[in-house]
């Protein structure tokens, strides 16, 4: 349920920014965010219309893994904060005795396995986005619209 109203909270984001920046279909991207989040963002993040005052640098590939770094970390705690929450909850529920020791050792798994998987995506990501990085790249907001310039 979390990970759905979250999903909405940014979708509701990305639709008013998309239409402050003159950006073509903002339903279309909202609607992609509230579906995929953790790949539709970064890619908006990385190719919207730069305003006034912004700048962005690196190339496209290198915005989109920093952006998904972050969407994904956030993901990814968010999880492990719900999974530990609803772990704690079950057990108090069920009352602590010696055979339900197994289910707090399972839940401590569960969260070295999110760990695991935010560690390795997270890692490849960033090495990908390294790998395609192009230094000199820099887009500037042009003083007179919301596009960007290369």
């Known amino acids: 349920m979390w990970y759905w109203v979250l999903n909405a909270v940014v979708a509701l984001w990305v639709f ?20 995929v989040m953790a790949l539709t963002l970064p890619f908006y993040l990385a190719k919207r219309p ?9 190339g496209p590939a290198w915005s ?4 998904f770094a972050v969407v994904w970390t956030a993901l990814m705690l968010a999880a492990g904060i719900n999974g ?35 560690f390795i995506v997270l890692v490849a ?13 820099i887009e500037i907001a042009s003083s007179d619209d919301s596009k960007g310039r290369t």
């Open 64 to 67: 989109f893994s920093k952006s």
């Open 16 to 35: 008013l920014d998309a239409q402050k920046r003159h950006v073509e279909l903002p339903g279309v991207w909202a609607a992609a965010t509230f579906i």
């Open 84 to 118: 530990k929450l609803a772990a704690s909850a079950a057990l108090a529920k069920a009352g602590v005795s010696a055979g339900h020791a197994g289910d707090a050792m399972l839940t401590g798994f569960g969260l070295a396995m999110i760990g695991g998987m935010w």
């Open 50 to 58: 730069l305003i006034k005052g912004e700048v962005r640098e690196g």
């Open 125 to 137: 990501a960033l090495g990908i986005g390294l790998y395609f990085r192009k230094p000199g790249s």
